[in-house]
């Protein structure tokens, strides 16, 4: 569980900016450059529900060629399918085992 900073509700990873608003509370941006190839930026975000996300946004280059361009945006988004199930099944809880 995150820690609250004071009575700000604040988390210790929260921006504590513009970037908090409308009861949200959002990290600063984490980028991943490949200059030339393509960008990545990850923000965590706890909603007014109190439920946190990973938002990540996506930039990539894409070939000249448009079959090669849309054989890259299919790899991508099937890659990306990959990564969000895996993510999703981590984050669940793991069941309990019975005792004999």
């Known amino acids: 569980m995150t820690r609250r ?3 700000t509700g604040h988390t210790d990873w929260c921006g504590r ?3 908090c ?3 949200e509370h959002r990290s600063e941006e984490i980028v991943v450059d490949l200059p030339g ?3 990545a930026v990850l923000v965590r975000v706890r ?8 938002e990540v946004r996506v930039r990539v280059a ?7 361009a849309r054989r890259q945006l299919h790899g991508l988004l099937t890659d990306l399918r ?5 993510a999703a099944v981590a984050g669940r809880p793991h069941p309990r085992k019975a005792t004999p």
């Open 5 to 7: 900073a004071g009575r």
């Open 17 to 19: 900016d513009h970037r």
């Open 21 to 23: 608003g409308l009861g």
């Open 37 to 39: 190839h393509g960008r």
């Open 47 to 54: 909603t007014a529900a109190g439920r946190e996300h990973a």
């Open 62 to 68: 894409l070939a000249p060629a448009e079959l090669r």
């Open 82 to 86: 990959n990564t969000v199930t895996r």
